[in-house]
C-alpha cells in the first residue's frame, strides 16, 4: 500500500460482484457440498461431475437479468424510464449480492457457516493469486483488497489511462471464468489514507467530477458539526485539481487559522456531538470510555430524562473547549 496524495489520474479496478461469481465459478451450494452448518472447518470445493447447484443457477439468472436492464437502461431516454430501470438492476444486484450473506448469518434459513467460509478464502485465493497479478509489476499498484486493486497512472490524459485499465483487465481475466476484473472508476485526484479510507475526485461519464469519501471519520454521525465542516473544507482544497500541493498546504493553514481565530465566538450548537445508545445505559461496562453513556447515566439519575436503548444522546466535551481557551490564553499571553 502506498498511501499519500497522488495528482495524476488513479484507476479503480474491481472484481465484478466477487463472492456471486466465485458462487457461480466454483458451483458452491448447499446442495453440492456435504457439511456440518455450525462446523468452524472451511467446506470443501465440490469435485468431478456434480450437478448445478441451486444457488450458482439462482445467482446467474439474476445476473443475467440485470445486464438486460442495464443494457435496456444504457437506451432509455425518458427519464422516469431510466430511473426505473436503474432501480431494478441495483435490486437485481443487491439480491445476487445478499446470497453470500444469508449463508453467514446465524438467523438464515440457509445458514451454512462452512459454505460462507469457502466463499471467503476462494475471496482471498483469487485476490491473491500471483498467476492473476505477475503481470502487472510494470504498473504502479498503489492498493489492493479483497475485490479491487488501486493503480496509478502517473499520466492526466484520459484516453491514455483507459489504454492502461484495458490493458491491465486483459491481463487479469481469464475468458473461461466467471471472476472478472473491471475498470469501474478514474480518480482525478485521490488521498489514500489507509485500507479502505480514502478521498477522490471521480470522474463522471460527462467528464464533470464528484467528490468520493470512504471510511472517512467525517462522514460519521458522531462527529460534531464544527469537526465535519472543518474537516469536508480541509478534504475540498485538497482535492481541488486548481491547486498544486504548495497551494494546498497555504490553503489550509489559511482554513485552520480562521477556524482557530473565530473559535471562542462559534455557536456552542456546532459542538454538539450525537451518538446513539445500542443497549440501556444501564448496561454498559465503563462509562468513563464512552461519553455519550456517562450523560445518560448522569441525565436518568437526575430525573431530566429518560434514555433507553436507541435513543440519541447530544453532548459536548465541555473539557476540551476549557483547555483549548486557557491555551490561547496562554499562547496570547507569550505573543505580548
Avoid at 482554513?255 to 456552542?268: G, K, P
Wanted: glycine share 4%.
Amino acid at each position: 500500500m502506498h498511501l499519500g496524495l497522488y495528482d495524476t489520474l488513479v484507476l479503480l479496478l474491481d472484481f465484478n460482484s466477487l463472492y456471486p461469481s466465485i458462487i457461480q465459478q466454483f458451483n458452491i451450494c448447499f446442495t453440492t457440498i456435504r457439511y456440518d452448518k455450525n462446523s468452524d472447518c472451511i467446506a470443501e470445493t465440490p469435485q468431478g461431475a456434480v450437478c448445478r447447484g441451486i444457488l450458482p443457477t439462482e445467482i446467474e439468472h439474476l445476473v443475467t437479468q440485470r445486464q438486460r436492464k442495464k443494457r435496456l437502461l444504457a437506451k432509455e431516454n425518458d427519464p422516469e424510464k431510466k430511473k426505473q430501470l436503474d432501480i431494478e438492476q441495483k435490486a437485481l444486484k443487491l439480491t445476487a449480492n445478499s446470497m453470500f450473506g444469508c449463508l453467514g448469518f446465524v438467523q438464515s434459513r440457509f445458514y451454512a457457516k462452512p459454505i460462507a467460509a469457502l466463499v471467503t478464502a476462494k475471496g482471498r485465493e483469487v485476490s491473491g493469486s500471483p498467476n492473476r497479478f505477475n503481470n502487472l509489476s510494470k504498473f504502479k499498484v498503489i492498493y489492493g483488497d479483497t475485490d479491487s486493486i488501486m493503480v496509478s497512472t502517473g499520466d492526466r490524459d484520459m484516453n491514455r489511462a483507459a489504454r492502461i485499465a484495458k490493458e491491465i483487465t486483459e491481463l487479469v481475466n481469464d475468458k473461461k471464468s466467471k471472476i472478472e476484473l473491471k475498470h469501474e472508476a478514474t480518480f482525478r485526484r485521490m488521498l489514500l489514507l489507509n485500507k479502505k479510507k480514502y478521498a477522490a475526485l471521480a470522474i463522471q461519464e460527462n467528464g464533470e467530477t464528484k467528490k468520493e469519501l470512504k471510511g472517512l471519520d467525517i462522514v460519521r454521525r458522531d462527529w460534531s458539526m464544527i469537526a465535519k465542516t472543518v474537516g469536508s473544507d480541509v478534504v475540498d482544497a485538497i482535492l481541488n485539481p486548481d491547486l498544486s500541493r504548495e497551494d494546498i498546504v497555504v490553503e489550509v493553514s489559511k482554513l485552520l487559522s480562521s477556524v482557530t481565530n473565530d473559535i471562542e465566538t462559534t455557536d456552542l450548537g456546532k459542538f454538539v456531538i450525537s451518538k446513539s445508545l445500542t443497549r440501556d445505559p444501564s448496561q454498559y461496562g465503563n462509562e468513563q470510555q464512552q461519553s455519550h453513556v456517562a450523560v445518560a447515566r448522569r441525565m436518568n439519575e437526575s430525573g431530566k430524562q429518560s434514555y433507553k436503548k436507541g435513543d440519541i444522546v447530544e453532548y459536548v466535551i465541555c473539557e476540551v473547549w476549557t483547555t483549548f481557551a486557557v491555551c490561547r490564553t496562554i499562547i496570547q499571553q507569550k505573543r505580548r
